[in-house]
């Protein structure tokens, strides 16, 4: 099944049983504590922490997300990509638990004749919260999941809350078991690639109070209104409905997989088995070609643009990966003029506007392209020598050195130092970075002629130059 087809019949699904259909909104995230849309709740929150009241009481969704947090099991695991799509079911004060719980097992349950997606349902395990019995007792009672297939897991996994007051509850997901080819016996807590997880369903019924983080606080009372919050990664059911062995060999990114290898002279899955475990490093690298390039695409396509911090440095980022693992690959000429026609194409039948805005997109894609090639140009000379001298760890003045003069961003001095099993001395690099900045900051102050000059903020953002990629990792929270 298409993955078109799979969001189409999640959508009809939900429809039909009294559910408003909502766009997607875009990438770029309205809400200030978030760089992107990372779950399909997101657009919703309004609603969910009863700030608006809702136009309708229940709406489905299939919401282009992106997860940075992830960028680094892309390829290894089965199941992660940058960008993916959540379909997502919302009920605001309406249906709770047992219907939600019905509603998604009725549709991976029901015959792909009768418009469902046929999972067996023999295959399926659920989890619940720990103490949340009354979930255990809907599976157990009302699907008639037998209890060997239902695992009660604690608060990292099963609890959702946003990290500050407000709403929180238990929730329950759904797990497929594709069998032993795929690795370990013994359900979601012993291997998270072989029982994948499809579906998360958030029961959202408490209030928490102030707490340390994710995980410590207490709960204050009910809430008013009960919600009901769901995500099932899209790219996931087609994995499991296409018989891939992964998220990346999907309609979706299979033909950039593909293109990807033929440019390098690759016979992608050769030397790889069908689990994440048994995956040859060339194949884990086309991998994260495929998704890196698609993920750049859709980001483009939302407006963001490269750019040395915030989201456009995310871009940034993700386009150099995907063109140094295509170096890594042995291909070493322009890789974005190949590739993102190949996205382009698999992605606007479902994203009409991609098409359509694809001179724009393009320029930008390959503009960026010819200045990292530059960049390497010029730093790998320094970078290789640096490396090839260095006894246990690439030193600051080099790095910095690197960073200064060359534009080479200290993650990627990391990551090329890191192939060659080499660290670098980071601490010592922001030393640097920080004694440059006080020196700047104390030259401004001497040029400072009294008056508005946002000539010197100019200066100030030059100088902090490329912005940390970590730091935005920590202003993200998986949402669902
Ligand atoms: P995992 O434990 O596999 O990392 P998760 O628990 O972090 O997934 P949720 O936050 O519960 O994921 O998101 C809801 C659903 O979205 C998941 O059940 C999964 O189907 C899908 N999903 C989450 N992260 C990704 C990703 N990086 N790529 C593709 N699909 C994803
Ligand atoms: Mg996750
Ligand atoms: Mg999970
Ligand atoms: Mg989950």
Redesign the pocket.
Known sequence: MRTAEVKRRFLEHFEQRGHTVAASAPLPAEDPNLLFVN?GMVPFKPYLLGQVTPPYPRAASVQKCI?TL?IDEVGKTT???TF?Q?NGNFSFGDYFKEEAIRLAWDLVTKAQDDGGYGLDAERIWATVYLDDDEAYGIWRDVIGLPEARIVRRGKADNFWSMGVPGPCGPCS?LYYDRGPAYGREGGPEVD?DRYM????LVFMQYERGEGSGKEDFPILGDLPARNIDT???L??MATLLQGVDN?YEIDETRPILDAAARLAGKRYGEHSGHSAAESHPDDVRLRVVADHVRTALMLIGDGVTPANEGRGYVLRRILRRAVRAMRLLGYEDPVLPELLPVARDVMAPSYPELAADFERISSYAYGEEEAFRGTLRQGSVILDQALDTAEDRLGAATAFQLHDTYGFPIDLTVEIAGERGLAVDVAGFRELMSEQRRRAKADAQAKKSGHADTGLFRAVLDESGPTDWLAYETLET?S?
């Open positions: 779950a997860r992830d199941r992660h990509g993916f959540m997901e998270e997880e499809f579906w998360n995500g099932m990664g790219e996931r998220l998986d669902t």
